[in-house]
Each structure stands twice: as C-alpha cells, then as structure tokens.
C-alpha cells in the first residue's frame, strides 16, 4: 500500500473559493489527503495555485449539483460550495438555490455511500433580519422567502433540512457549521462584500460606499478563527447546527471609519441605498461552541484587518484588482 493510501481522505466541496481553500491548507496540514471539487463560477484557481504540486491534493473541476464521483474511500465531505456574496446570489440566483438544494443533495449521497463523515457550511442568514439578538442556534429566524437573498437564505435553510434529515433517516454522521462574517486574504475583490470592498475604496483613496446610514451592525471573524472551529466542530460528535463567529458587534459606519484608518486613507464615506432585506443587526451568541468545543476566536481585528489589507495591497500593486 502506497503511503498516500494510508491516508484519511477528505472531499471539500467550493474548495477553490475563500473559506474552502483555507480549509484544505488546513486539512493537508492535519496530514489528509484534499479532494477539490469547484465549477469555479465564484471560486478561483489563484486561490489553490499553491496547491497544484502537493501530491496529497486533487482538484476536480465540476458543478457539484451533477452526480459525484469520488475514487476510492473518502472520510469527510465538507459541502462548502454556494455563491456567498449578496452580488453573487443576485447575480446568480438559479445557481444559489441548485447548489443549496441539489448540490446538499449529492454531497450528502457521497458522505452516505463512502460512510464517510459530513459537515454542512451553513450560515447566519438563515437567521434573516433577526428579532432576536444576539442569535443563539435556538433561534428559527426571519426570512424572506420571495426577497433577493431568500435564493441564499431558503437554500441553507433546506440545506440544513436535508442535513439533518440524511442524519436521521440514512444515519448519516453530519455536522453544521452556521458561519457569521469572515474575512480575511483570498476574498474576491469584486465579491461586493463589505470587507473587500471598504479596503479596495479605502486602499485607492476613492469614497468608500456606506449602505443605508451604517447603523446596521456586523460582528466580523478573521479566517483562520473561523477554520479552527469549523475544523474542531468536524471532529466532535454534535449534530445539530453550531455558530462560529466573532462576537465583536460594530456599525458598518464605526468599520469603514476603522478602516480608512488603518489604511491611512483620505477616502470620503459616502452614502448609497440600503439593499433589499439587508439584516439591521447580526451577532453570533458563540455560548455552545465555547462550551461544546472549547472554542472562541482569537484574533485581535485591527491585526486581521492588518493582514487582509496587506493582501489587497499586494493584489493592487500586482495589477490584479
Ligand atoms: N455594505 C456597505 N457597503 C458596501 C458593501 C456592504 O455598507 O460597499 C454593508 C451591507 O449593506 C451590510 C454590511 O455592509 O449591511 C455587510 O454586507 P456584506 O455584503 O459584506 O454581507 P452581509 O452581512 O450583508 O451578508
């Protein structure tokens, strides 16, 4: 038996985007063997091009709502992939909705047929416009469902429903992972999130856009606090849904004020339309992941901002923004 075969093996579904491609370093580190599965609509390959040469990585170009087929054992699969900006899933709409839904589907067939372990990246906004704050897993949320991220929201919401449902029915070993706002290097600069977008605006010194009147909140956790939980949450034994976030809250106006100064920007804060359903308040209540994995974020955020302005900063001066 070659030594690579000794090796668990692990399907990560989106491993060519932001979260998943940090997610495979992660799990090449742990000593798995990284199966890629992306169609690359949102994802990229200059996020996995270190990847290409590692022995223990493969990457399998596909739409994971068609049939998977995986060679040989696999021992977790890790369904990361969806549009997950509010412009990729207005953009993409049909697509948002097929991999939630189909695509949940066949990744939960593959985790059934190798009997290997599953774990759902699920996420905040199947708590909506919350009425409860902060949000504990308890909370069943308030969703539109016929509004422009219903197509995000409804889809991880039935995501989470067929979850649980191949755990019950087919006593599938699965996990949920409801993720808060993450940031950090390898965000697409263009994906309209707040985080790429206040750092490109500040970074060029053009007005940097403040939807609404910013008094809408985020709780915002560096990428690789968000990886250590999710990586934990895989290997314990709890099936219903865990959030992973920072709790740390501020107004969208309180961030771009942030981080114009960390990027010693003199870029003007200008105001520009709330979107549709866009959530007043989120915060992660992080009480079960702290008791149930020990775990809580570490990272400090004017350092996080550091190193993810670092990294635009660099994709600017590299022409590639
Ligand atoms: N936002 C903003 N300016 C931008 C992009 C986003 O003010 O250029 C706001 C957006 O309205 C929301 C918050 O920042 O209140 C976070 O938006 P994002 O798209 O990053 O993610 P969301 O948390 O809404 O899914």
Request: hydrophobic share 35%; proline share 7%; charged share 20%.
């Amino acid at each position: 038996m070659s030594e690579h075969s000794s090796k668990p093996v692990a399907v990560v579904t989106g491993g060519a985007g932001f979260l998943g491609s940090h997610l495979s370093d992660r799990l090449l580190a742990e000593g798995y063997r990284v199966v890629c599965v992306d169609n690359l609509i949102t994802g990229s390959m200059s996020n996995v091009g270190h990847l290409q040469k590692n022995p223990d990585y493969t990457f399998i170009r596909q739409d994971v709502t068609q049939e998977l087929d995986v060679k040989g054992p696999v021992n977790l699969v890790f369904h990361f992939a969806s549009p997950a900006s509010p412009i990729d899933y207005l953009e993409l709409p049909i697509q948002t909705l097929k991999v939630g839904a189909l695509g949940t589907h066949k990744t939960l067939g593959l985790a059934r047929a190798k009997q290997a372990r599953f774990l759902l990246a699920s996420t905040s906004e199947v708590y909506g416009d919350p009425l409860v704050h902060p949000q504990p897993e308890t909370y069943w949320g308030n969703v539109n469902p016929i509004g422009p991220r219903g197509v995000y929201d409804e889809a991880k919401r039935f995501a989470e429903a067929m979850t649980m449902a191949y755990h019950r029915y087919h006593g599938v070993d699965t996990r949920i992972v409801r993720i808060f706002n993450t940031y950090g290097p390898r965000m697409r600069p263009n994906d309209g999130r707040v985080v790429p977008a206040f750092i490109v605006q500040a970074l060029r010194n053009e007005p940097m856009t403040v939807f609404g009147d910013g008094r809408q909140t985020r709780s915002f956790c560096y990428v690789s606090d968000l990886i250590e939980g999710i990586y934990a949450l895989a290997r314990s034994s709890h099936h219903e849904p865990v959030n992973i976030g920072n709790p740390s809250e501020m107004t969208i106006l309180q961030f771009a004020e942030k981080i114009r100064t960390l990027c010693g920007s003199s870029s003007e804060i200008v105001h520009k339309p709330l979107p549709v359903d866009d959530p007043k308040i989120r915060q992660p209540n992080i009480q079960k992941a702290k008791s149930l994995l020990g775990w809580e974020p570490r990272m400090d955020l004017e350092h996080g901002l550091s190193l993810t302005i670092e990294y635009f900063r660099n994709l600017i001066r590299a022409g590639k923004v």
